[in-house]
């Protein structure tokens, strides 16, 4: 086991239960294979962290059955099922759960970020000291990590409208008693402008949400 570990969160693909944002402008069927192809790109990049002294996690929801999503996954992925019933409540036991495997920092981030890239979760490693954030366009964020000592329930498991425009404020409203690490701000994948803009700003890395984004321009027009 290596000190360190990264989970990725993401729901199941499933048509109209998935990216539901995104449906005023894509069917249900659409908005599933964005999600589906943010998920190949992840997997394919995120792989790489194995070989850098980093343990990789998949965390999924129950909105279906995983059988497809789970065979795609590399090997390098360890998988297990999301516990609670708010966001809030799901990120702070895949955290815990982790954690409790005895590693000295852990780090979970959302599955809708293109332009994640590994260096970016390597840097949130050597950054953090007790927690590190990174921050969403949408005023949310899309990585939150702490090392061992750090217990992140009193964050995650309250009323706070996950979601919502001030999710990152009011976090750190409640993290000033500790050292927190904010990195780059990025953009995620919610509405059919992200999608509009993302074509404009896209890495290469990203292979099959590029082709995507290609092959159905004229959805997007």
Request: charged share 20%; hydrophobic share 35%.
């Given at each position: 086991m290596?000190?360190?570990a990264y989970i990725l969160f993401t729901r199941v693909p499933v048509p109209y239960k998935v990216k539901t944002r995104l449906q005023t402008l894509l069917t249900g069927e659409e908005a599933?294979?964005?999600?589906?192809?943010?998920?190949?790109?992840?997997?394919?990049k995120f792989a790489e962290l194995n070989n850098r002294g980093i343990d990789l996690y998949l965390a999924y929801s129950d909105e279906g059955d995983p059988s497809n999503l789970l065979a795609e996954l590399p090997k390098s992925f360890s998988a297990f099922s999301q516990v609670g019933h708010t966001i809030g409540e799901r990120m702070n036991h895949a955290i815990q759960f982790v954690r409790a495997k005895g590693y000295e920092k852990v780090i979970l981030t959302g599955s809708d970020i293109p332009n994640?890239?590994?260096?970016?979760?390597i840097s949130a490693f050597d950054q953090m000291k007790e927690v590190v954030l990174g921050p969403?366009?949408?005023?949310?964020?899309?990585?939150?990590?702490?090392t061992r000592a750090i217990d992140?329930?009193?964050?995650?498991?309250?009323?706070?409208a996950w979601g919502k425009s001030k999710v990152l404020t009011e976090t750190l409203?409640?993290?000033?008693?500790?050292n927190v690490a904010l990195l780059d701000q990025l953009q995620d994948?919610?509405?059919p402008s992200d999608l509009k803009e993302m074509r404009h700003d896209l890495k290469e890395e990203n292979y099959y949400f590029k082709r995507w984004l290609t092959e159905n321009r004229g959805l997007l027009e």
């Open positions: 290596n000190k360190y599933c294979q964005v999600q589906l192809q943010m998920l190949q790109d992840s997997f394919l994640l890239t590994t260096e970016i979760i969403s366009q949408d005023g949310g964020y899309y990585l939150v990590g702490c992140l329930t009193p964050i995650f498991e309250t009323t706070m409203k409640r993290l000033t008693d500790f994948v919610d509405f």
